[in-house]
């Protein structure tokens, strides 16, 4: 648990130092509680937004080890966001995207009440991302700023009623930037058009936002038009699209010719068409563990022959994928690449 989690002392001085170098560098200090910044009104668990917070969700969730999130965006006041066709949308300085991490205790029982592990900031200063990590009390009353990343246990209740428990891992400063990386510059992940373009209590989130001045859209946008994830989660979600969606939400943010994986040659993204650049009868550009002794990315009719679900199946640190964010397999996700790969010709 938190309350029980001990900092040891070479994490503390480390964090210190990182602490000092935030303290006197050009940049303004972070505050080292989540309350200061005043993105949330009411009890701070109730994480219900300020009046320049607003929610947003996404089409194709990143996996995290089953936690869920709460997602809002706070812009100065009179500022918008700009709308982008493929990269994430243009930001003004000031902005922040914050990810709240809880898991239900019992996922069966929402009304059993959550608990919240930690936050996560992406703030944009002087036209440059950086990125700040925040960590719950047992209390549930405040989140403290933590450089140096934290690992404590969990436990919650899944979906089927069994007893779930995992060693959960907040990253630190540095980690963030293993995934938030294109051509070398710390972005942002998720705040794009694909992932954002959807309906939300009977809108359509880009239009509602346009509507209530936080987003400038170009004249003639039309959602219909605009690039758009599928939902994997939905079961009416049609078999390629679910898995296609599936992929660019939880591996093409690195696997794209811009990312962290960009050598890999396997580009996952939504709308890659070239079935090379997808994995399929694609050999590692690197052989061993992490290939299993299989030959091909994505061999069609053949998932047990293909490295990508082997990677997926893995919980092995060297060899699983994604490589950060998560530990446990992805059960509902492996089903999913499994019986597309299966139902390849």
């Not at 709308?83 to 914050?98: E, K």
């Not at 994986?261 to 061993?288: C, D, H, W």
């Amino acid at each position: 648990m938190i309350a029980s989690y001990k900092i040891g002392l070479a994490i503390l001085l480390g964090g210190f130092l990182l602490v000092q170098g935030f303290l006197t560098g050009p940049e303004p200090a972070p505050k080292m509680q989540l309350s200061a910044y005043g993105f949330f009104q009411g009890p701070l668990a109730d994480l219900k937004p300020a009046r320049e917070v607003f929610p947003y969700e996404v089409n194709a969730p990143l996996f995290s080890d089953y936690a869920e999130k709460a997602r809002f965006i706070y812009l100065p006041e009179g500022a918008r966001l700009r709308y982008h066709p493929d990269g994430p949308f243009d930001f003004p300085d000031g902005a922040v995207i914050i990810k709240n991490f809880y898991y239900w205790k019992d996922v069966r029982q929402p009304e059993m009440g959550r608990k919240i592990l930690e936050t996560r900031l992406l703030l944009k200063e002087n036209g440059a991302w950086k990125a700040l990590e925040y960590l719950w009390n047992d209390s549930q009353t405040e989140a403290v700023l933590e450089v140096a990343g934290a690992s404590f246990s969990h436990q919650w209740v899944d979906a089927r009623g069994g007893g779930r428990e995992i060693t959960y891992i907040a990253p630190n400063l540095n980690q963030c930037k293993g995934c938030h990386s294109y051509d070398g510059a710390f972005v942002p992940i998720g705040v794009t058009a694909r992932q954002l373009n959807r309906i939300e209590q009977g809108e359509n989130q880009l239009l509602r936002w346009q509507r209530e001045g936080r987003l400038q859209l170009p004249d003639g946008f039309a959602p219909e038009q605009a690039p758009r994830l599928a939902d994997y989660r939905l079961a009416e979600t049609e078999l390629n699209a679910a898995a296609r969606g599936y992929l660019d939400g939880n591996c093409a943010h690195c696997h794209n010719p811009h990312g962290p994986a960009s050598t890999s040659g396997m580009f996952l993204e939504y709308n890659q068409t070239e079935p090379e650049r997808i994995g399929i009868g694609k050999p590692p550009v690197a052989a061993g563990r992490g290939s299993g002794s299989r030959k091909y990315g994505i061999v069609p009719g053949k998932p047990q022959e293909s490295i990508l679900l082997f990677r997926m199946e893995s919980d092995d640190p060297g060899i699983r994928m994604p490589e950060l964010g998560r530990q446990l397999p992805h059960a509902e996700g492996i089903a999913l690449i499994k019986n597309w790969i299966k139902n390849m010709r």
